[in-house]
T-cell receptor, first 112, second 113 residues
Framework: AQSVTQLGSHVSVSEGALVLLRCNYS??????LFWYVQYPNQGLQLLLK??????LVKGINGFEAEFKKSETSFHLTKPSAHMSDAAEYFC??????????FGQGTRLTINP | DAMVIQNPRYQVTQFGKPVTLSCSQT?????MYWYQQKSSQAPKLLFH???????NEADTPDNFQSRRPNTSFCFLDIRSPGLGDAAMYLC????????????FGQGTRLTVV
């Protein structure tokens, strides 16, 4: 079965510092991978996705992620954190017939 | 413009009293999903529709039912809510073909008293 593991349920960085949120996947077939962001009491918003082609994917709000097949990873990064980036972040992949499988989530806190 | 709309945003219901949550979409997507999300947890898929075909997850309690009368609307019915059913309920849609992302509504936060 396909699965997603997010390393670190909480990540705290200073404003202006690099953001790195880790995601590893397990899949027997080439995966389609996603990062979603969730603000308090809101739904999930797509940040970026990887399907095929370029392994470095750019998303909204200055985020990007790199698909590394050899490491089965899809880590999310942002060069400079902003206070507005504080949220819950979910890595996900598609399993079977259009079913999204989520990681456990990582809560990002930004320190002033 | 909102594309997946959930109503209401907040719902309070009494223990054991049936409650219905609604979701509508303007995307004309084939697939509609219902997720349950408890505090500090990932969303958990309850069921989804591919067009009119209903797909229930194996571990979804019988207390949870769903209806999709047409492409645009989907309902989540909780027949006898328990305290453990208090959660955020998320509706999502996707095209259903190819590796497309899901689009989420704002969610309905359900409180059971």
């Amino acid at each position: 079965a396909q699965s997603v593991t997010q390393l670190g349920s909480h990540v705290s960085v200073s404003e202006g510092a690099l953001v790195l949120l880790r995601c590893n996947y397990s899949s027997s077939v080439p995966p389609y991978l996603f990062w979603y962001v969730q603000y308090p009491n809101q739904g999930l918003q797509l940040l970026l996705k990887y399907t095929t082609g370029a392994t470095l994917v750019k998303g909204i709000n200055g985020f990007e992620a790199e698909f590394k097949k050899s490491e089965t990873s899809f880590h999310l990064t942002k060069p400079s954190a902003h206070m507005s980036d504080a949220a819950e972040y979910f890595c996900a992949l598609i399993q079977g017939a259009q079913k999204l499988v989520f990681g456990q989530g990582t809560r990002l806190t930004i320190n002033p | 413009d909102a594309m997946v709309i959930q109503n209401p945003r907040y719902q309070v219901t009494q223990f054991g009293k049936p409650v219905t949550l609604s979701c509508s979409q303007t995307l004309n997507h084939n697939v509609m999903y219902w997720y349950q999300q408890k505090s500090s947890q990932a969303p958990k898929l309850l069921f989804h529709y591919y067009d009119k075909d209903f797909n229930n997850e194996a571990d979804t309690p019988d207390n949870f039912q769903s209806r999709r009368p047409n492409t645009s609307f989907c309902f989540l019915d909780i027949r006898s809510p328990g305290l453990g059913d208090a959660a955020m309920y998320l509706c999502a849609t996707s095209r259903g073909t190819g590796p497309t992302e899901a689009f989420f509504g704002q969610g309905t936060r359900l409180t059971v008293v």
